[in-house]
C-alpha cells in the first residue's frame, strides 16, 4: 500500500499538470458602462469588464447603496467557455440584493469546467478588481449558489485574510450550495450511472464503445443533453403518462428513483452531469485517474436488490485521484467569517444532507460557533423564495453590527418583515436539522 504521503505527492502532481488551476491569458478589460436589468432598481449603476486570467463579470451599484458589497460565486460548473453577458443570468436571479441596497458583483471562471481552487481564485480576483475600480466598500460580503457554495467557502478559507492581515470578507452566504465537498458531493451520481446502466442498458449501448463508467464518457467523446434525454426517454418513457408507459420502461423508472432518491424531473440533468462533468473532471482534471468507488456499496429500494447487487458494475477509486480532488475541492471547516447557510429541505439538485456534513465539518475544527443554518420548506434549488434572501441579509447585518449569531428563528422574522415587499412566502422550518 502506497504511504499517505506518496499519494499525496502523487495527487499535487496530478493538480498541478492536469488543470485544477490553469491560468488563460487574456486580455484585461477594466469596469466599463453596461446597461442594468429592467429589474434592478431604478438608478442602479451598471458595468462589465474582464479579469486578465479571462473571467467575465459584472457589477450593480444601486443609487441608495448601503456600503456594502456582495461578490457572488455562481454555480454550474458550466462546461461551455465563458461569455460576457453569462454574469447577467445570476444578477437577475439575485437581483433582491441590489433592491435591498447592497452593491453586487458576478463574474465567470477563467474557463468552463470544474476547478474549485481556480474559481476561488477567480472570485477572490473579482473582489481585488472591484475594490480598485470603485473602492474599498465599508464591508464585503462573500455569496455563494449550488457549486458557487462549494467555490465561495473554499476562497473564504483560502482568502478571507490578506497578507497583511486584514480581513478581505467580514461574512459569508451560502445558498443551496454544494458544502459536502468535491470527494463527497458527487458519489450519487456515479452510483446512478452504475444502476441506471444496470437496468438500461444504453449509456453506452452494447454496440457502442465500452468504458467504465465513472469516466462519464472516453476522452475525447461528445453526447449532447439531447442525447441523453433521449435515452432515458427510450428506456424509462419518463415524459409520457404512467398509463402509456411499457411494464419494463416502469419498473425501470421506479427502481432508478427509488435507488438513488433523486425526482423523475431531475434525473436527465443529474444523468448528465455524471456524463459531461464526469468526462471533465477525469479527463481534464485527474489525469484519467478515477475519484469514485462504489466497490462497497449496498444498494436498497429495487424490486430485486439481490439481482442489483450482483449485477451493477462496480469501480474502485484511485487514491490520488481521490486526494487530488480532495485538495482542490474539500472543506476543513475551518473558517474565520460568520457564516450563514441556507438550504430547501427537499432541493433535488443538491441534497440538504450536504450541510449536514458542512456542519460536522466545521464542528471538527472546532468553528461552529460561526456558523449558523437555516432551512426552508421548499423543493427547489436554483431560486428559493426572494423574501428568503432578503431576511438572510438582514440577519448577516445583524450579526456583523451586534456580534450576535442569528438562529433560524432570527431569519424568518427578518424575512417576514420584507415579505409584504416581495409579495413572496417565508418558509423557513426553524426545527428542521438534516441528517
Request: glycine share 10%; with cysteine; charged share 20%.
Amino acid at each position: 500500500m502506497r504511504s499517505v504521503v506518496s499519494i499525496l505527492t502523487v495527487a499535487g502532481a496530478i493538480w498541478a499538470g492536469a488543470g485544477f488551476h490553469d491560468p488563460v491569458s487574456a486580455q484585461a478589460i477594466a469596469p466599463e458602462p453596461a446597461t442594468c436589468l429592467a429589474s434592478l432598481p431604478e438608478g442602479t449603476t451598471c458595468s462589465s469588464g474582464r479579469s486578465a486570467d479571462g473571467a467575465w463579470f459584472w457589477t450593480a451599484y444601486p443609487r441608495d447603496w448601503n456600503g456594502t458589497l456582495i461578490v457572488h460565486a455562481h454555480g454550474g460548473p458550466r462546461t461551455a467557455e465563458p461569455q460576457r453577458a453569462d454574469p447577467v443570468e445570476d444578477l437577475e436571479r439575485f437581483s433582491v440584493m441590489v433592491s435591498e441596497g447592497y452593491a453586487w458583483a458576478g463574474s465567470t471562471y477563467r474557463r468552463g469546467g470544474y476547478g474549485v481552487r481556480m474559481a476561488a481564485a477567480d472570485t477572490d480576483d473579482l473582489r481585488q478588481i472591484v475594490w480598485d475600480a470603485f473602492g474599498k466598500p465599508k464591508r464585503t460580503i462573500l455569496h455563494g449558489q449550488s457549486w458557487g457554495g462549494n467555490v465561495a467557502a473554499k476562497a473564504a478559507e483560502l482568502y478571507a485574510v490578506s497578507a497583511d492581515g486584514e480581513r478581505n470578507y467580514d461574512g459569508v452566504i451560502l445558498t443551496s450550495g454544494l458544502v459536502a465537498g468535491g470527494t463527497r458531493g458527487y458519489t450519487f451520481r456515479a452510483d446512478l450511472r452504475a444502476v441506471y446502466q444496470f437496468y438500461c442498458h444504453n449509456h453506452p449501448r452494447p454496440t457502442e464503445t465500452q468504458y467504465p463508467l465513472w469516466q462519464g464518457l472516453p476522452e475525447g467523446a461528445s453526447m449532447p443533453r439531447a442525447d441523453i434525454a433521449a435515452r432515458v426517454e427510450e428506456c424509462t418513457g419518463l415524459s409520457l403518462a404512467p398509463e402509456a408507459r411499457t411494464r419494463a420502461q416502469a419498473d425501470a423508472l421506479r427502481n432508478i428513483l427509488s435507488v438513488i432518491g433523486v425526482t423523475a424531473d431531475n434525473l436527465v440533468a443529474h444523468l448528465a452531469w455524471g456524463t459531461n462533468l464526469f468526462q471533465d473532471m477525469v479527463w481534464k482534471r485527474l489525469d484519467g485517474g478515477n475519484p469514485f468507488s462504489n466497490a462497497g456499496t449496498t444498494y436498497q429500494g429495487s424490486d430485486d436488490d439481490v439481482a442489483l447487487n450482483q449485477g451493477v458494475e462496480r469501480f474502485e477509486a484511485d487514491p490520488a485521484a481521490v486526494a487530488a480532488l480532495a485538495y482542490d475541492a474539500d472543506l476543513t471547516g475551518n473558517i474565520v467569517l460568520p457564516t450563514l447557510t441556507m438550504h430547501a429541505r427537499y432541493d433535488p439538485t443538491v441534497f440538504v444532507g450536504h450541510e449536514a456534513i458542512y456542519a460536522r465539518t466545521v464542528a471538527g475544527a472546532g468553528r461552529s460557533n460561526l456558523l449558523s443554518q437555516v432551512f426552508t420548506t421548499e423543493a427547489l434549488h436554483s431560486q428559493l423564495s426572494i423574501s428568503q434572501y432578503a431576511g438572510m441579509l438582514i440577519a448577516m447585518t445583524h450579526w456583523l453590527d451586534t456580534g450576535e449569531k442569528p438562529d433560524a428563528a432570527d431569519v424568518l422574522e427578518a424575512c417576514r418583515s420584507r415579505a409584504e415587499a416581495y409579495n413572496q412566502p417565508c418558509l423557513i422550518d426553524p426545527d428542521f436539522v438534516p441528517n
